[in-house]
């Protein structure tokens, strides 16, 4: 049997059919040598359109419902790249994520992975099948009900099924042509990096890096699936090569700058962190709110103060649901996070540079969060791009 290679290409690379049917042919041509699994996002910006459609119907939309709404996305892009490559000649054959055996838990929105047991994606590439998965989606064998990864969540059914096959790598294939040290969008001078680790690609996806979904990045490292991010064109050298460890010897080096575009902030009247928390994931229930990603959760005093971040769909019902809350209360600013991943970051040198730029620059933070691998700045959102283009000299 051929070598197996798992590919995901993004929304990005899929946005209309002549990109899905270039996508297509370059498929086709990597069929004759390997055994292909393709996992395949929506198609452009569907699923942005797809919750904006739900929130001109419903002022809450109900979760069980958007998930089963969200993954038509997914199911348009995997028929589609179907037919283009059956019609090239490869014999290809579409799944949605139930079909191919990826069970989940019950939760709707933002499920987690249980269990893969790929039956069918299996008899398939016995056939020399080619086999198109759509991402983001699976099912809870307890509830029998569809359910979706979160957003991003292609990426970990692309390593879920490379795991499950002991796949030669996975490859997460975009309209970028690798990992950079800082968004390129906004800091001209970012440079490419050819090669991570696991852990410095999990610390980089926690706080902000869009290259990868985080639960995508630790199921790798739990499974040693080895990792490449690149264009999905016909070159695949160029990339960044994510697997155990790489540069793992270097000391007190900067490495990347990430960031959460809006982080909101919420004070309860509870001065115990453990129900405030879980009150707050009552509410969230209540108003079919996913709850979001949690950055930073501390005492103040007589109240408990929650970071939070999430994309946009999910931070707006946080604002207009907590808008007159009795029991929380928003912070006024909105803020963001700007992230220096590195090595050595319990030095204080690091975090030394940092607060120097800051000072030098006149660029006002909030707070510093310290993990074993990164140093995070908490600002006022209006600034975060000069924080991020400030802080890059220091890589």
Same mark, same amino acid.
């Given at each position: 049997?051929?070598?197996?290679?798992?590919?995901?290409?993004?929304?990005?690379?899929?946005?209309?059919?002549?990109?899905?049917?270039?996508?297509?042919?370059?498929?086709?041509?990597?069929?004759?040598?390997?055994?292909?699994?393709?996992?395949?996002?929506?198609?452009?910006?569907?699923? %942005?359109?797809?919750?904006?459609?739900?929130?001109?119907?419903?002022?809450?939309?109900?979760?069980?419902?958007?998930?089963?709404?969200?993954?038509?996305?997914?199911?348009?892009?995997?028929?589609?790249?179907s037919m283009a490559l059956n019609d090239l000649g490869c014999s290809a054959i579409s799944f949605t994520g139930s079909q191919a055996g990826i069970f989940t838990d019950d939760?709707?929105?933002?499920?987690?992975?249980?269990?893969?047991?790929?039956f069918r994606v299996e008899e398939s590439l016995k056939k020399d099948q080619v086999v198109i998965l759509a991402g983001f989606q699976g099912v809870s064998p307890q509830t029998?009900?569809?359910?979706?990864?979160?957003?991003?969540?292609?990426?970990?059914?692309?390593?879920?099924?490379?795991?499950?096959?002991?796949?030669?790598?996975?490859?997460?294939?975009?309209?970028?042509?690798?990992?950079?040290?800082?968004?390129?969008?906004?800091?001209?001078?970012?440079?490419?990096?050819?090669?991570? %680790?696991?852990?410095?690609?999990?610390?980089?996806?926690?706080?902000?890096?869009?290259?990868?979904?985080?639960?995508?990045?630790?199921?790798?490292?739990?499974? %040693?699936?080895?990792?490449?991010?690149?264009?999905?064109?016909?070159?695949?050298?160029?990339?960044?090569?994510?697997?155990?460890?790489?540069?793992?010897?270097?000391?007190?080096?900067?490495?990347?700058?990430?960031?959460?575009?809006?982080?909101?902030?919420?004070?309860?009247?509870?001065?115990?962190?453990?129900?405030?928390?879980?009150?707050?994931?009552?509410?969230?229930?209540?108003?079919?709110?996913?709850?979001?990603?949690?950055?930073?959760?501390?005492?103040?005093?007589?109240?408990?103060?929650?970071?939070?971040?999430?994309?946009?769909?999910?931070?707006?019902?946080?604002?207009?649901?907590?808008?007159?809350?009795?029991?929380?209360?928003?912070?006024?600013?909105?803020?963001?996070?700007?992230?220096?991943?590195?090595?050595?970051?319990?030095?204080?040198?690091?975090?030394? %540079?940092?607060?120097?730029?800051?000072?030098?620059?006149?660029? @006002?933070?909030?707070?510093?969060?310290?993990?074993?691998?990164?140093?995070?700045?908490?600002?006022?959102? @209006?600034i975060r791009k000069q924080v991020i283009e400030s802080l890059h000299a220091l890589i």
């Amino acid at each position: 049997m051929k070598p197996l290679i798992v590919q995901k290409y993004g929304g990005a690379t899929l946005a209309d059919p002549e990109k899905i049917k270039s996508v297509a042919s370059r498929v086709c041509a990597q069929s004759n040598e390997n055994s292909l699994i393709v996992v395949v996002s929506a198609m452009g910006k569907t699923t %942005n359109s797809l919750i904006d459609l739900a929130n001109q119907v419903s002022g809450h939309p109900h979760r069980r419902e958007m998930d089963m709404l969200l993954t038509v996305g997914e199911r348009i892009s995997m028929s589609l790249m179907s037919m283009a490559l059956n019609d090239l000649g490869c014999s290809a054959i579409s799944f949605t994520g139930s079909q191919a055996g990826i069970f989940t838990d019950d939760s709707h929105v933002n499920a987690f992975i249980k269990d893969v047991k790929p039956f069918r994606v299996e008899e398939s590439l016995k056939k020399d099948q080619v086999v198109i998965l759509a991402g983001f989606q699976g099912v809870s064998p307890q509830t029998k009900e569809i359910t979706t990864l979160g957003r991003g969540g292609s990426d970990t059914s692309a390593v879920a099924m490379a795991a499950s096959f002991n796949a030669e790598r996975c490859e997460i294939l975009k309209d970028v042509p690798a990992v950079f040290t800082a968004d390129p969008n906004i800091v001209k001078s970012a440079r490419p990096l050819m090669e991570l %680790n696991y852990d410095q690609m999990m610390d980089m996806t926690f706080w902000g890096a869009k290259v990868l979904h985080y639960r995508s990045v630790e199921l790798a490292k739990q499974r %040693n699936v080895t990792l490449y991010i690149g264009p999905a064109s016909n070159k695949t050298s160029d990339g960044t090569l994510v697997k155990k460890g790489l540069n793992m010897f270097e000391t007190c080096k900067a490495l990347s700058l990430n960031s959460h575009e809006t982080v909101v902030g919420i004070l309860c009247k509870e001065k115990n962190p453990a129900k405030a928390l879980k009150e707050l994931q009552t509410l969230f229930d209540q108003k079919q709110i996913a709850f979001p990603q949690l950055l930073q959760c501390e005492m103040n005093a007589d109240k408990t103060e929650m970071l939070l971040t999430g994309p946009a769909e999910i931070v707006q019902a946080i604002k207009k649901d907590l808008a007159n809350h009795q029991r929380f209360t928003l912070l006024p600013n909105d803020f963001s996070t700007v992230t220096l991943t590195c090595t050595g970051a319990t030095s204080p040198e690091i975090t030394q %540079n940092i607060l120097n730029i800051l000072a030098e620059k006149e660029l @006002p933070s909030h707070r510093l969060m310290m993990s074993a691998m990164s140093v995070t700045v908490l600002v006022d959102a @209006p600034i975060r791009k000069q924080v991020i283009e400030s802080l890059h000299a220091l890589i």
